[in-house]
């Protein structure tokens, strides 16, 4: 089955979702492990999380309260960790 071809793709957000996510660590002053630690996920999640992913190969695609969990220990909110460009949504 063909992939719909849309100018801002899935993958793509999820990958500056995950440079998002990194930015904010890095304005935050904290490790990965630390972050991971403080919203309630492991390590290894939230590292593929930065990559943009939830496995590999696979874009990232949160929980909302996971997404509400890192704004607030990265003190931002979730529409400043989202990027701006949103993704084709199939049927829309």
Not at 25 to 30: H, L, Y
Not at 49 to 60: D, N, T
């Amino acid at each position: 089955m063909a992939r719909r071809s849309a100018p801002y793709d899935y993958d793509a957000f999820a990958r500056e979702l995950g440079l998002n996510l990194l930015r904010a660590r890095e304005v935050k002053g904290w490790s990965q492990e630390r972050v991971a630690h403080a919203a309630g996920l492991s390590g290894y999640t939230y590292q593929k999380f930065e990559k943009g992913e939830s496995r590999p190969g696979a874009p990232m695609n949160p929980r909302l309260t996971t997404l509400l969990a890192l704004a607030e220990v990265l003190d931002t909110t979730v529409e400043d960790l989202l990027p701006a460009d949103r993704p084709a949504v199939a049927g829309y």
